[in-house]
């Protein structure tokens, strides 16, 4: 029995397919997007999912840490790191970078002091 597509040729077929499906919701995105009241109900539900999902990941990536490096960092270190990072954010008049880079950077100076 032979192959209907040799796997080169499967796997741009694949990517094909991928692009399309993702860039037909792009198109309908920007249809609906000229449609959208910024300040409606259904731009603010969006909004909401999106910080919600960002928090859901960001408290994952805390407690439940994938990979060696992060999870050698005790979860007392990971939680004030990031409420500092937190408080830098609050003081800065909610600049995201400067809230960023203090809880990475108070990790990174503790990953400097540890031994692994």
Known sequence: MTDF?????TI?????????ATY???????M???????DGPAFAWVSYVA??????????MIVLPVGPSLQAVPLS????CAALGLLAYALTKRNVSVGVSVGAGLLGLYAG????
């Open 5 to 9: 597509l040799s796997p080169p040729q």
């Open 12 to 20: 741009w077929i694949a990517v094909a397919l991928a692009a399309a």
């Open 24 to 30: 037909i919701w792009r198109a309908i995105g920007v």
């Open 32 to 38: 609906v997007s000229g449609r959208m009241r910024v």
């Open 51 to 60: 910080y919600g999902l960002l928090a859901a990941l960001v408290s994952r």
């Open 77 to 80: 270190i990971r939680l004030g």
């Open 113 to 116: 002091v540890q031994p692994f």
